[in-house]
């Protein structure tokens, strides 16, 4: 007989949380249920049409003609969450766009075109904050210290515009792994404030409303495909709130943003039409640790890949990157792996070899997260990494390493080495876990 | 409508393992772990998942709040039930077999061998790949319980109650990377419903 505990235990009418405020928050949430009947054999689960009339009823319940702002951002979460707001609110609401400096080449000018076309016309307020959040950033180089940084200033920002509009309210287009992440302790999205505790009211002078909370990416697309989004914008690359900030791993300056800005465009032109789910550039200083317990990871490489040592070289880079291992935030080092170039041209082409050199290295190490593989270095080059990252994923909570063609790697690695100041490309061969999708 | 709720654990993907049961046409939600029995019928449950969570469950002393209701739901409740992650662990544990720390922690793809295609494992064998993202494991399993599946890391990958109505996985079914995810919670939904 299993059930061996058969204490009675009290009835509870509320559930208990365990200290946490968001939990009981969000689990008293039901996880957008359509309500039954008419569910077909076919049609099983998520329903666009039927979520964006229960969510526009809801916005429209709880605003009660009082006014509204939206954080818009072009992406694919905002953009929809500002669609849905504006059918159930109509002029009440007001869009604002907040260009944070973090944004690509020519990026902000571009969404704000965009959205005010047809068909969608929605009429976008561009604030120019870049040198606010630059401010904010200065002199953090810690991965959560610079998302709790932005988080503050992005919030400052908002505060003030719904002061000068009189808005009770902020829409934002907040998705299911931004809350898991932030309550989870794996990262702190910037557009998540209960589950830190953060209270909004009381802090910005807003209510928050997040109609896409219990969505993930892919049915947010869905959604965005119900309201006649154009295909550019319902399937747009998604790009972070806090944007280059956390491609720009460690301290920010100038320098590397600049060469970040021209390796992202040089990847996303590059690794575009390849359909991944996520591609992007991020970029390292050449700073390596001399933490003699990393002289074993060589030997241990060399192992994996079944080459003599001496065609190996490790580098565990000084700052750290973010992970998640067995569900728990995992801040550690950045491990580049060369081989000679022989071996280098032969490995390239051999994905899987490559996903076994690295979880042979991430699971004997527990202060790495991450691994690189070298494509490309320029000697006597400048003192910067770029790392490439592509992935396949459906909703960004496990993420698989795209197979790119080691020829297109080659390629792009060419071209970003012109970039001055950058001696390395590397690409990284971590899934999602034990690497995330983003750096920091 | 069936309905499973799922036991909130902290764990990252416990709100994707409701979608999973969503994506089947079943209804589902998140719940506490200090849900009690009594609840889960008044909610007319037909089955429960317990998710997974970063917690270590080595000593059932001194565990946080949430495993430790865990625990007392996990060894009161008699609906068919699915522990994934870490409440395969405490699963474990509350009947009597051991865990610890992983030898070698597996993170991401694991390619599971299928040692018996017994009820949730129906038609997924001889071996598909799964994600996974555990530091300890179960290294003795409980009496009662058969093996149903390993990896090249882990010997207790998947496991079943003689009473074919309790079951344990390391990996994690509802993750999108896991080949046979779906397969498995359908046949886990195959039980609810007998």
Redesign the interface.
Known sequence: M?????SP????SE?????NPS??N??SR??S?PS?GW?S?QV???HPASFLSAQTAKLREITSGKKAIAAISGGVDSTVATVLAKQALGDNLIPVLIDTGFMRLDEPEKVRAKLSSPPLGIKVRLIHAGGRFLEAVKGTFLAEEKRNKFRETFYQVLKDEAAREGCEFLVQGTI?PDW??T??G?KTQHNVLEQVGIDPVATYGFKVLEPLA?L?KDQVRSVGRQLDLPPDLAGRQPFPGPGLLVRCIGAVTKTKLQVLKSATQLVENKLGPLSYDQYFAAVIENDFSSDPTFKALRDNSAEALGLPTNEVRTDVFEQRVTG?????RSYGRLCGVKLIEESREAYGWLPDKL?RLQ?AL??KSQDLTRVAFLVKEKRGGGSLSVVIRAVT???F????VAKVPWKVLKDIADSILDIEDVSRVYYDI?????GTVEFE | MTFVPVVYVKGQYNHLITRSLQDLGIESKLLPSSTTPEELERLKADGLVMGGGPQSVRQLENLPRELADAVQLIRGVTLPMLCICVTHQLLAKAFGGETDIAKKPEYGPVEISVDSEDTILTGVGPSFTAWESHTDEVVKSPPGFHLLAHSDNCTAQAMRHENGRIFGVQFHPEVSHTSKGSEIFRNFLQTVRQ
């Open positions: 299993v059930n061996t505990d058969k235990t009290p009835p509870i559930p208990r949380n365990s200290g939990v009981k969000k689990l039901s996880a249920i039954g569910l054999a099983q689960g998520f299911a898991i992440e309550q989870g794996i219990d993930y998640v291992k067995g569900d728990v996903g979880s991430v699971e994923t459906r909703d909570m496990t993420a698989a971590t899934p999602k876990p034990p």
